[in-house]
């Protein structure tokens, strides 16, 4: 019985340390992200803590995050957000494509709440990191979108890749879109 165990502990580990598989999301525009959000905000990670889910078949990764300032729908001043994938005691899950949070790091965020928790739309292509260009101090928004995730359209072609664009022309792509979505609402509304 010992040997079973000793078996199936080592068949866990390498389960555990073998790099996922990679994952496919289809593509969204700005347009799609900010119609499928509660909220786009600007804030900071305060806190990030991984757990086993309730039935220990998954772990789960919650970050706070401090809201700076909301370019679209409305947000509480700090916020969690609950994302696949994270790290408690030996065991990793990389879940590639989803969002990875690291405190003090900045971020953009679409948001959408389901009344049990609150997660990042398109999973990594609504969630970007503000860091600031050292060659001229303007801070960048930086797509997080992984090499694991595969970004596809609806015909099945890949996707083009995010940009970086500075933090200021994302800004205004946000209000855009959100302007767009309010007006094709007034419309179908009539």
């Known amino acids: 019985m010992k040997r079973l165990t000793l078996w199936a502990l080592v068949a866990l580990l390498v389960a555990v340390t073998v790099p996922a598989s990679a994952s496919t999301f289809l593509a969204m525009s700005q347009e799609e992200l900010v119609a499928e959000s509660d909220a786009v905000v600007i804030g900071e990670v305060m806190q990030v803590q991984s757990y086993w889910n309730e039935g220990a078949t998954a772990i789960v990764t919650d970050a706070l995050v401090r809201v700076s300032e909301t370019l679209a729908g409305n947000a509480d001043g700090v916020v969690q957000v609950r994302t696949f994938g994270g790290q408690v005691g030996p065991v990793r ?74 933090l200021d022309t994302l800004r205004q792509e946000v209000r855009d879109a959100a302007a767009d979505v309010r007006h094709e609402l007034k419309s179908s509304v009539r």
């Open 93 to 166: 899950i990389e879940a590639h494509g989803f969002p990875v949070f690291e405190q003090g790091q900045r971020v953009v965020l679409h948001l959408r709440g389901d009344g049990e928790s609150t997660r990042v739309v398109g999973y990594q292509q609504g969630h970007f990191r503000v860091l600031v260009r050292h060659s001229d101090g303007v801070q960048v928004a930086v797509p997080t979108v992984d090499d694991g995730a595969h970004v596809v359209t609806r015909d099945g072609a890949p996707a083009q890749p995010q940009r970086v664009r500075t």
